[in-house]
């Protein structure tokens, strides 16, 4: 009888499987960070925001009359407007109110009348505080050209299409946001500048700029800005804001806000952002900026004696 001569196929050894095993995981690990960085960069930081309640339930601004009183206001901004509603009121009988456009911009893809975010709540208070005074608004970052005929729109007082000298100067035009709606602020001030239009107040929060943004240079026709930011997570504010004309802008500061050992309330966002982006969205929500923000907004719309002026202003120059 012939005797079968069986196939032998090489086995690996067990010294060369190990290696190999090693390498498949070490790629595996590797491809689950970049898949968690390009999530980070393009969900998280950008489209961001998105919270749990606006998911179930997406009311409009309209829906919170007073963000201090409503019921209906998110309990972590609650928190975050703690301070700001503290404030003492303007009594109807003492005003003397500079008369003002105040226009937030939100950041990533969220809509202009999110109420989960702070911008947008912070706007209706504005509204409430300062009366007739004022008109303060919300615009998404990426609503430029609504928010630039807007504006010119109200200035326009004689409805005649063209902006006087006088049209101009009539109102202070107060600009803030966070992320990409901060660095739209300083784009917004830009297409004014081209228009002839003086901004008064521009007021940054952890800004992040788009591509092929400056969110860097405050143009000329921006009397004073002010910038918060912070430095970890994967999506780091814009630490120095710079004045293109340091004769025409002042810079009230670069302040840099930190959470090691400051705990800040963010349950209005998914989980996601909160584990992998949480100090972008802190700082967002963190009362002490509001705060800061609220002393600002006072600074230059309250008529005030000298005095009284100063110590405002002393008092919201510091971060602590």
Not at 82 to 99: G, M, Y
Not at 183 to 204: C, E, K, M, N, Y
Not at 256 to 276: A, G, I, P, T
Not at 279 to 305: G, K, Y
């Amino acid at each position: 009888m012939k005797k079968l001569h069986l196939l032998r196929f090489p086995r690996e050894t067990s010294e060369e499987a190990v290696p190999r095993v090693g390498r498949v995981h070490t790629i595996v690990i590797v491809l689950l960070i970049l898949t968690l960085s390009l999530l980070s960069r393009l969900g998280i930081t950008h489209a961001q925001d998105v919270s749990p309640i606006s998911s179930v339930d997406h009311r409009g601004a309209r829906s919170i009359a007073d963000p201090c009183q409503d019921p209906l206001t998110p309990s972590a901004l609650r928190e975050t407007l703690r301070q700001v509603c503290s404030r003492k009121p303007i009594e109807p009988a003492n005003r003397d109110l500079r008369k003002a456009i105040i226009l937030g911009f939100v950041g990533g893809f969220v809509k202009r009348d999110d109420i989960n975010h702070p911008e947008v709540l912070f706007a209706t208070y504005l509204q409430n505080r300062y009366g007739s005074a004022v008109h303060a608004e919300v615009f998404g970052n990426h609503e430029e050209k609504r928010a630039v005929e807007d504006t010119i729109r109200r200035l326009d007082t004689d409805k005649d299409g063209s902006l006087t000298a006088a049209e101009k100067e009539q109102v202070k035009i107060i600009l803030y946001g966070h992320s990409w709606g901060a660095s739209q602020t300083l784009i917004f001030a830009r297409d004014l500048q081209r228009h002839g239009i003086p901004v008064s107040l521009i007021i940054q929060i952890d800004s992040v700029k788009k591509f092929g943004q400056d969110n860097r240079t405050v143009p000329a026709n921006v009397a004073k800005a002010v910038n918060f930011y912070q430095r970890k997570g994967f999506t780091r504010g814009q630490p120095l804001i710079v004045a293109a004309d340091a004769g025409r802008t002042t810079i009230l500061g670069n302040f840099h806000m930190k959470y090691e050992d400051h705990q800040v309330d963010c349950d209005n966002y998914r989980w996601l952002s909160r584990v992998f982006n949480q100090p972008h969205h802190q700082i967002e929500n963190d009362p002490r900026v509001w705060s800061q923000i609220a002393s600002f907004i006072d600074s230059e719309l309250l008529r005030t004696d000298p005095e009284t002026q100063t110590a405002s202003t002393s008092e919201s120059s510091v971060v602590k």
